[in-house]
């Protein structure tokens, strides 16, 4: 059986290149990953033993679903003639994990009777696009958004009765705005910071009721906008050249409209669809924009929609250490 997985290593305590400040994980992922022949990055696809035992591997042609599957297979046909003294760790090993597990469990901040939006953006079609690869066109990333039970409240008005509105709190519409509303299509991207939010605003409609049912519109309008002169690192070219601008100019302007649900017996909302549709500009040293010159103006497309309850969909926000939760 193959237990899929994804990290992220570049938070505190995961870094690869630091050995001082190693969690156990990241131990478990160097050691698999210095097993491979390919040490072009610390990304890629590998499949590997509980023990950290790499089977097979790579870093290129993460995008093919069908070399994949020929790396998958290729794994599964070498756990059949691995011993099971190397597939599995160790009991003092297997104890080390588990505690380390609990201690990030405890840690978590998942959001328990609050609002979990799954936010999925893409570029939209455009005919200017013809010098984008095929494959790079049809990309799209998948992020978070949290908010608490008492801050999802702010999104439907105080009064539930048909007619009512009330616009979001800014700084809740200002969450969206700088670390949602960001160009994450084809790879890493930075937020925004607050200074750079120029409109946030949001308003919640109520249209319907039935009985403990409150059927809502959204309607709202965001804007961000910066200029980065490589201050830090990740305003910073990877590569200057002929096309890529000197100065990183790069912003949002995105358009909110939607319909959502709540129940006001569970005291939860049952459904949430908000369509974003964004004019995106600029890009930085990760995002892949560079690649092909695609620094916009260019439209993207975000929608916001209810996460589901299981594991995979409990995933913290990528940019959730920005939030200022305590």
């Known amino acids: 059986m193959l237990v899929p997985a994804a990290d992220a290593i570049e938070r505190p305590g995961k870094a690869l290149d630091d050995k001082t400040n190693m969690s156990f994980e990241s131990q478990l992922v160097r050691k698999i990953k210095t097993q491979c022949n390919d040490f072009y990055s610390y990304q890629g696809i590998f499949v590997a033993t509980p023990s950290g035992l790499l089977l097979a591997g790579t870093h290129?042609?993460?995008?093919?679903?069908?070399?994949?599957?020929?790396?998958?297979?290729?794994g599964l046909e070498k756990w059949k003639t691995t011993s099971p003294s190397d597939r599995f760790m160790t009991q003092e090993v297997f104890s080390k994990a588990v505690a380390e597990l609990a201690k990030e469990e405890a840690r978590k901040r998942y959001p328990t009777g609050g609002l979990v939006l799954s936010v999925i953006c893409r570029d939209l079609p455009r005919p200017d696009a013809k010098n984008v690869s095929e494959v790079h066109r049809k990309m799209y990333n998948q992020d978070y958004a949290w908010f608490r039970k008492s801050e999802a409240q702010a999104f439907l008005p105080e009064q539930p009765i048909k007619g009512a509105k009330r616009k979001v709190k800014r700084d809740l519409v200002e969450r969206l705005a700088r670390f949602h509303f960001v160009?994450?299509?084809?790879?890493h991207t930075s937020p925004f910071p607050q200074n750079t939010v120029e409109r946030a605003d949001l308003t919640a409609e109520v249209i319907d009721v039935n009985d403990n049912f409150v059927s809502l519109r959204y309607k709202g309008w965001t804007q961000t906008s910066e200029v980065h002169e490589g201050v830090h690192t990740e305003g910073k070219w990877n590569r200057p050249g002929p096309g890529i601008p000197k100065l990183q100019k790069r912003g949002v302007d995105a358009k909110l409209e939607g319909h959502a649900v709540y129940d006001q017996k569970a005291k939860k909302f049952v459904s949430f669809n908000v369509v974003v549709v964004t004019k995106r500009w600029g890009g930085n040293v990760y995002n892949a924009?560079?690649?092909?010159?695609?620094f916009g103006p260019a439209p993207m497309g975000i929608v916001l929609s209810l996460a589901g309850d299981n594991v995979a969909d409990r995933v913290p926000p990528l940019f959730f250490r920005s939030y200022g939760w305590k």
Do not use: C, Y
Request: charged share 50%.
């Open 183 to 187: 160009d994450l299509v084809r790879g």
């Open 60 to 74: 290129h042609d993460a995008r093919d679903a069908r070399k994949v599957e020929k790396l998958l297979r290729e």
């Open 289 to 294: 924009r560079a690649q092909f010159l695609d």
